[in-house]
T-cell receptor, first 116, second 112 residues
Framework: KAGVTQTPRYLIKTRGQQVTLSCSPISGHRSVSWYQQTPGQGLQFLFEYFSETQRNKGNFPGRFSGRQFSNSRSEMNVSTLELGDSALYLC???????????????FGPGTRLTVL | AQKVTQAQTEISVVEKEDVTLDCVYETRDTTYYLFWYKQPPSGELVFLIRRNSFDEQNEISGRYSWNFQKSTSSFNFTITASQVVDSAVYFCALSAQGQLTFGSGTQLTVLP
């Protein structure tokens, strides 16, 4: 079974630009979560999508948004990039149904975003 | 609010030594789940174990073992006879109300 895939793996943008990251979950997984990993803040939850609906959201500004398609693939968008948005963005998928807390999440390799 | 504390930032051991990684958590939920993940230099988080709040049985899987103690809100992870390939960052995480909260991670270096 193929794992979680994320594209692109590396991205360089400048301040003020916007960026879209893509995540394809493991086949059969309907829940997709996004995380930001930085040396200073560690791993922080951004949001979770299930059946094309945002089910949970972390404490990030509105510049961070996402969506999920009918095939469970998900995209994350960051608008008006700031230097502090430089991070590893990780996507995770799980089998989660109604209650998402107990399913282990399977992570992709991440997208390394650098904002100059 | 949920919180996970991994007080050990970095640990170095020599191959074949045993090492324990500490994890202390805080939550007001009575139903929650605890996880350990490993992040090797490649960056991909690898799932190691899941425990629910009602199951305090310790678990052993090969060289790995986990000690869950609800009374002290701890979920410690021990690697027996460590190997160089165990070198990675290890994260403890708590899941409740649909959100996964990670600790800050422990960088484990196993020296040959």
């Amino acid at each position: 079974k193929a794992g979680v895939t994320q594209t692109p793996r590396y991205l360089i943008k400048t301040r003020g630009q916007q960026v879209t990251l893509s995540c394809s979950p493991i086949s059969g997984h309907r829940s997709v979560s996004w995380y930001q990993q930085t040396p200073g803040q560690g791993l922080q939850f951004l949001f979770e999508y299930f059946s094309e609906t945002q089910r949970n959201k972390g404490n990030f500004p509105g510049r961070f948004s996402g969506r999920q398609f009918s095939n469970s693939r998900s995209e994350m968008n960051v608008s008006t990039l700031e230097l502090g948005d430089s991070a590893l963005y990780l996507c995770a998928s799980s089998l989660a149904s109604r209650v998402s807390s107990y399913n282990e999440q399977f992570f992709g390799p991440g997208t390394r975003l650098t904002v100059l | 609010a949920q919180k996970v504390t991994q007080a050990q930032t970095e640990i170095s051991v020599v191959e074949k030594e045993d090492v324990t990684l500490d994890c202390v958590y805080e939550t007001r939920d009575t139903t929650y789940y605890l996880f350990w993940y490993k992040q090797p230099p490649s960056g991909e988080l690898v799932f190691l174990i899941r425990r629910n709040s009602f199951d305090e049985q310790n678990e052993i899987s090969g060289r790995y073992s986990w000690n869950f103690q609800k009374s002290t809100s701890s979920f410690n992870f021990t690697i027996t006879a460590s190997q160089v390939v165990d070198s990675a960052v290890y994260f403890c995480a708590l899941s409740a109300q649909g959100q996964l909260t990670f600790g800050s991670g422990t960088q484990l270096t196993v020296l040959p």
